[in-house]
Nanobody, 117 residues
Framework: AQLVESGGGWVQPGGSLRLSCAVS????????MAWYRQTPGNERELVAR???????NYADPVKGRFTISRDNAKNSVYLQMNSLKSEDTAIYYC????????????WGQGTQVTVSS
């Protein structure tokens, strides 16, 4: 499996970014997709998740500001991030998971998002 994130970068507080994750090597449509983020010295934390029925879940800090979506025809998942805050600064990772105890989960290499004035 290969997950390739793009769309990260620098943005001022209040700005927007759209992250993309292109997936190959796995049957994308059957995977639960998610975005996580990590800052130095901290655990990787769930940001948003979308299942195969396109039901979504969000971490409390991003509710109302971030939107996760998927396009099964393009084997891609997206994270639209609006009203960005400095505390959103992190490396953002794409994850593909079957929610199984025995089957592997797959990760991208991460993309840096920096929110700063």
């Amino acid at each position: 499996a290969q997950l390739v994130e793009s769309g990260g970068g620098w943005v001022q507080p209040g700005g927007s970014l759209r992250l993309s994750c292109a997936v190959s090597g796995i049957p994308f449509s059957i995977y639960v997709m998610a975005w996580y983020r990590q800052t130095p010295g901290n655990e990787r934390e769930l940001v948003a998740r979308i299942n195969t029925a396109e039901r979504t879940n969000y971490a409390d800090p991003v509710k109302g500001r971030f939107t996760i979506s998927r396009d099964n025809a393009k084997n891609s998942v997206y994270l639209q991030m609006n009203s960005l805050k400095s505390e959103d600064t992190a490396i953002y990772y794409c994850n593909a998971d079957l929610e199984s105890d025995v089957l592997p989960s797959f990760w991208g290499q991460g993309t840096q998002v920096t929110v700063s004035s």
